[in-house]
C-alpha cells in the first residue's frame, strides 16, 4: 500500500497556457520509498474548500530529475485549478509514494528494444517519463511517439520532445484542430487514423510494446486497431486518466459475475487496524463503506481508473463492477479494486496491507 509523505514544492513551471509541471524535493530518507518505473503516477492529497481532494499524476520525470508531475486544466475541475492557479514554491503537500501498472520495465542499455505509444493531451506525463528513461539508459532502443494535441500551443513540453530527437526517438505530431501539410497527421486518432499511422510505420508493428495514454476514445481505437494487427494484448499497455463513459465493456480483466444476494459480514484491515461491518452485496462499494467505519483506506479516482485502492481478499468472494487497473493476474491472485467491489459471499475479509 502507498504511504503519503509531506513533500517541499520544489519548483512550479508553466507548460502551456494551460498547464503547469511541478517538481518535488526528496529528503535523502525518502528517496527509497519515492523510486518509480518510467509510467508510474503519484497520488496528491490537499484539502480544498474543507473536501479531501486526491488526484492521481503520472511521473514526467526521469530517474536522474527532481520528482515532476504535470497537471493540465480541466474546465471547473478542482485539483488541476488548484494547482495552476494557487499552489506555491515552498509549499508543502501531501505526496503518495509511486505506483500503477501501466510501466515500461526492465530498462538496461545492453537491451535493444522497439516501443511505440500513442498519446494525447496530459497523456504524454507518463510516455516522457519512459522516452527519457530509455534515452538515458537503453540508448539501442528505438521508440516512436504519436502525440495529438488541438493544436500546436497545446503541446506539452514540445521544447523538451524535440530537444530529445535521435536515430532512435521519433515523434509524428497530430493535431486534431490545426491543419498540417501532411493529411495523415491531422485529423482524431480513431480507428482509421490508427490504421493509417501504424501502416505509415510498419517496421515498428513488431515492437515489444506499445504504450497508449490519453482519452478512452483514442485508447481503445488503438488498442483495437493493434489487436486487429494481431498484436497480443500482453504488449498492449494502456492508462485511463478518467472513467471511461462509452466503453464500459473494455475492462482489461473479467468482472465475476455475482450469483450472491444479500448481506454479508465484511472485515477490512488496513495498516494494522480492523474494522468489521455488514454489507449488502447490493450496496454501496467496500471501500466507502471502511470509510464510514473511520478507516483510513487509500483511495483516489474511485472510478476503477487508478489503482490506489487495491486490496487483496483473504476469505470469501467480492465482485467489482468494473477494472481498468488491474492485470488478469492480479486479479486471478486475489487483488480487488476496493471502490469497486462489492461482497460476494457471507463472510469476505480484505486486506489492503496484502
Ligand atoms: C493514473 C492516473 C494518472 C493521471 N495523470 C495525470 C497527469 O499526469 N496529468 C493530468 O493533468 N491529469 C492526470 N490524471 C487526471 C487527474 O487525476 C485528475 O482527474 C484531473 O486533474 C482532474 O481533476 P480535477 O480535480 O481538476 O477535476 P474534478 O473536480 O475531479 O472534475 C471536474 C469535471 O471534469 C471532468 N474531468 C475530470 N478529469 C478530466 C480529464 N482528465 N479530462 C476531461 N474531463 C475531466 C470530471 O468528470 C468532472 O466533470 C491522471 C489520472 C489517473 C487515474
Ligand atoms: S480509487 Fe482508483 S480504482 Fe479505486
Do not use: W
Not at 526521469?62 to 514554491?89: C, D, H, R
Not at 505509444?117 to 539501442?140: D, Q, R, V, W, Y
Not at 462499494?285 to 487508478?306: N, R, T, W, Y
Request: charged residues 25%; aromatic residues 10%.
Amino acid at each position: 500500500m502507498s504511504q503519503f509523505y509531506s513533500l517541499k514544492v520544489n519548483q512550479i513551471k508553466k507548460e502551456t497556457h494551460d498547464s503547469v509541471s511541478v517538481s518535488f524535493e526528496i529528503e535523502s530518507k525518502l528517496v527509497n520509498d519515492f523510486k518509480f518505473i518510467p509510467g508510474q503516477y503519484i497520488t496528491i492529497k490537499i484539502n480544498i474548500n474543507g473536501e479531501d481532494c486526491r488526484r492521481s499524476y503520472s511521473i514526467c520525470s526521469s530517474s536522474n530529475e527532481k520528482l515532476t508531475v504535470a497537471i493540465k486544466k480541466v474546465p471547473n475541475g478542482k485539483m488541476s485549478n488548484f494547482i495552476n492557479n494557487k499552489l506555491k514554491t515552498g509549499d508543502f503537500i501531501d505526496v503518495s509514494t509511486p505506483e500503477g501498472n501501466f510501466k515500461l520495465e526492465n530498462i538496461d542499455s545492453s537491451n535493444n528494444r522497439k516501443f511505440v505509444a500513442f498519446a494525447a493531451g496530459s497523456g504524454i506525463t507518463p510516455i516522457l517519463s519512459m522516452i527519457k528513461e530509455i534515452n538515458l539508459k537503453e540508448k539501442n532502443t528505438q521508440f516512436l511517439l504519436f502525440y495529438s494535441n488541438k493544436t500546436s500551443n497545446d503541446v506539452m513540453f514540445k521544447s523538451e520532445i524535440n530537444s530529445l530527437l535521435n536515430d532512435n526517438f521519433s515523434v509524428k505530431y497530430i493535431y486534431t484542430r490545426e491543419e498540417t501539410d501532411l493529411e495523415l497527421y491531422n485529423g482524431r486518432i480513431d480507428e482509421n487514423k490508427t490504421t493509417q499511422l501504424l501502416k505509415s510505420e510498419m517496421s515498428f508493428l513488431n515492437a515489444d510494446g506499445f504504450y497508449l495514454c490519453g482519452p478512452e476514445e483514442m485508447i481503445f481505437s488503438a488498442k483495437k486497431v493493434l489487436e486487429s494487427f494481431d498484436i497480443s494484448n500482453e504488449k498492449i499497455n494502456f492508462e485511463l486518466f478518467t472513467t471511461p463513459v462509452l466503453e464500459k465493456q473494455e475492462s482489461i480483466s473479467s468482472v465475476n459475475e455475482n450469483d450472491f444476494s444479500g448481506s454479508s459480514n465484511v472485515t477490512v484491515i488496513c495498516d494494522d487496524e480492523e474494522v468489521e461491518f455488514s454489507l449488502d452485496t447490493s450496496g454501496e462499494s467496500i471501500l466507502d463503506a471502511a470509510m464510514e467505519q473511520d478507516l483510513d483506506v487509500p483511495f483516489s479516482c474511485k472510478g476503477a481508473v487508478c489503482c490506489t485502492c487495491k486490496a487483496k481478499v483473504k476469505t470469501g468472494k467480492v465482485t467489482m463492477d468494473a477494472n481498468y487497473a488491474l492485470s488478469e493476474q492480479e486479479v486471478d491472485e486475489g487483488y480487488i479494486l476496493a471502490c469497486q467491489a462489492h461482497p460476494a459471499s457471507t463472510d469476505v475479509t480484505i486486506d489492503f496491507d496484502y
